[in-house]
């Protein structure tokens, strides 16, 4: 079993719409989680960093954590067709040396 | 503010050569990474640092080598390289390792042709 596990896509949506990402995790001592973005040829770019269970709003942006189920969502409000970019879901693992990574899912916004 | 700093951006390499990839970072973080993407691909651990003069392997350390003299650079050695070492390779830092966010530098694409 991988440590996190995202549904690699893509997924497509309509321009204004809610795009949602979702994220597993295998290791039930994680701490800390965060969401990158990632353009095509590009670095992996910090959108939200979230610790506690609930929902954690920045803008279009909304970080959901459920810790007893292993966890962690990204929805983006009124998709633009800049937010076509590949979604990473990074977990801290409890050593807290290492992240993990997920292989990323791919989001296309249709204009 | 320069973060993370790699070079060089691009690099082309023959079977069997060696070569550093360079990584600098200026906002005094303690923890620095480095990861492979292959194409389509998430990103793979290689060597991690928690401090100057400590350094411990990743997921996937054949291959390669690292240093930690300081507590600015990470420099990545290739010491024989090969077809299945191209790749992108990115380099990030944290001030610590569990509760704060990696920051990426912009990545070197290499070709092992």
């Known amino acids: 079993q991988k440590e996190v596990e995202q549904n690699s896509g893509p997924l497509s949506v309509p321009e204004g719409a809610i795009a949602s990402l979702n994220c597993t995790y295998s290791?039930?001592?994680?701490?800390?989680f965060f969401w990158y973005r990632q353009y095509s040829g590009k670095s992996p770019e910090l959108i939200m960093s979230i610790y506690s269970n609930g929902d954690k709003e920045d803008g279009r942006f909304t970080a959901q954590l459920n810790k007893a189920s292993q966890y962690v969502s990204l929805l983006i409000r009124d998709s633009q067709p800049s937010d076509s970019a590949t979604y990473l879901c990074a977990v801290s693992g409890w050593s807290g040396n290492q992240f993990y990574f997920g292989t990323g899912t791919s989001l296309t916004v249709i204009p | 503010n320069a973060g993370v700093t790699q070079t060089p951006k691009f690099r082309i390499l023959k079977i069997g050569q060696s070569m550093t990839l360079q990584c600098t970072q200026d906002?005094?973080?303690?923890?620095m990474y480095w990861y492979r993407q292959d194409p389509g691909m998430g990103l793979k651990l290689i060597y991690y640092?928690?401090?100057?003069?400590?350094?411990d392997k990743g997921e996937v350390p054949n291959g390669y080598n690292v240093s930690r003299s300081t507590t600015e650079d990470f420099p990545l050695r290739l010491e024989l390289a090969a077809p299945s070492q191209t790749s992108v390779y990115f380099c990030?830092?944290?001030?610590?390792?569990?509760?704060?966010?990696?920051?990426f530098g912009d990545g070197t694409r290499l070709s092992i042709l």
């Open positions: 290791d039930r001592g994680s701490q800390s």
């Open positions: 906002m005094n973080h303690n923890y």
């Open positions: 990030a830092s944290s001030y610590t390792g569990r509760d704060q966010p990696q920051h």
């Open positions: 640092s928690v401090g100057a003069g400590i350094t």
